[in-house]
């Protein structure tokens, strides 16, 4: 299994060629009966870090000849009977430790294909979204209330499972936002309250995040005659300012019925 850290795993064979030279040489002076060799199972363990697949089997095949020259050239202590059958059980050992590496790298790579191929479907669908989001905004005339391109970065942000970010977001503008408006329309009969202000640049931010740009051009504009204290002209936009509002809430309710329907 491919590790990140690609100079340790390199020096792998090396460091594992060197310990399991050590553990057979170890063998190789004691007598029969001890179990030196049963090392070779840890040393096993370190091929779980090697980029070759056929690593484990290739350790395994190496190790299981090395035991059995150990068998062969160790000083006579134990019955041989004994150490046979201790070596026998050493071997099924080394070789289950094998499978179940075998196994674990299998069901590791299954799952990175797995989540490769989830990302390879979302970035496809993403795609195809902003590609409808692009001919659709082809198709619309150039005074668009809403332009659904300010969506892309909310809709890239939704993760599978997870609940839809743009309806949520849709949702909460359509409740919070009326009463910035309502504040707005009664402001009229005393128009140098902070109403208008407050009101407009509340309503702002949060409808340049939803792609509103006609309604933020409109409080921005009523910002400024505000400030100017031409409270006449202001009288004469609120209007304007909530019809426009009102067009992006049919957008966005027309939006928020088909994502929750």
């Known amino acids: 299994?491919?590790?990140?850290?690609?100079?340790?795993?390199?020096?792998?064979?090396?460091?594992?060629?060197?310990?399991?030279g050590?553990?057979?040489?170890?063998d190789l002076l004691t007598p029969l009966g001890w179990i030196p060799w049963l090392l070779y199972?840890?040393?096993?363990?370190?091929?779980?870090?090697?980029p070759q697949r056929s690593a484990s089997l290739m350790a395994a095949g190496a190790f299981t000849l090395l035991i059995v020259l150990g068998g062969i050239f160790s000083p006579r202590g134990a019955p041989v009977e004994i150490a046979l059958f201790n070596r026998s059980k050493g071997i099924v050992v080394l070789w289950v430790a094998t499978f179940l590496l075998r196994w674990k790298e299998t069901l590791i790579r299954q799952s990175q294909e797995a989540w490769e191929q989830q990302i390879k479907a979302r970035t496809d669908e993403l795609q195809r979204a902003a590609e409808h989001l692009n001919n659709e905004d082809d198709k619309q005339p150039p005074s668009?209330?809403?332009?659904?391109?300010?969506?892309?970065?909310?809709?890239?942000?939704?993760?599978?499972?997870?609940?839809?970010?743009?309806?949520?977001?849709?949702?909460?503008?359509?409740r919070d936002s009326r009463e910035l408006v309502d504040m707005l329309l009664a402001a009229p009969?005393?128009?140098?309250?902070?109403?208008?202000?407050?009101?407009?640049?509340?309503?702002?931010?949060?409808?340049?995040?939803?792609?509103?740009?006609?309604?933020?051009?409109?409080?921005?504009?009523?910002?400024?005659?505000?400030?100017?204290?031409s409270l006449g002209e202001a009288s004469t936009l609120i209007p304007v300012?909530?019809?426009?509002?009102?067009?992006?809430?049919?957008v966005f309710s027309a939006e928020l019925a088909r994502r929750t329907s």
């Not at 050590?22 to 170890?26: L, Q, R, S």
């Open 1 to 20: 299994m491919p590790m990140p850290w690609l100079p340790f795993s390199c020096g792998l064979p090396v460091i594992i060629t060197i310990l399991a």
């Open 22 to 26: 050590g553990v057979f040489a170890w």
């Open 41 to 50: 199972v840890p040393t096993l363990l370190l091929t779980l870090w090697m």
């Open 144 to 174: 668009l209330s809403v332009d659904p391109k300010a969506w892309q970065p909310i809709l890239e942000a939704k993760r599978p499972g997870r609940p839809d970010i743009l309806a949520k977001m849709l949702g909460l503008y359509l």
């Open 189 to 229: 009969p005393n128009l140098d309250s902070e109403a208008i202000l407050e009101s407009a640049h509340g309503l702002k931010p949060c409808s340049a995040m939803m792609g509103a740009y006609r309604l933020v051009e409109l409080c921005d504009q009523l910002e400024t005659l505000r400030f100017a204290q």
């Open 241 to 250: 300012e909530r019809q426009e509002f009102d067009r992006v809430c049919n």
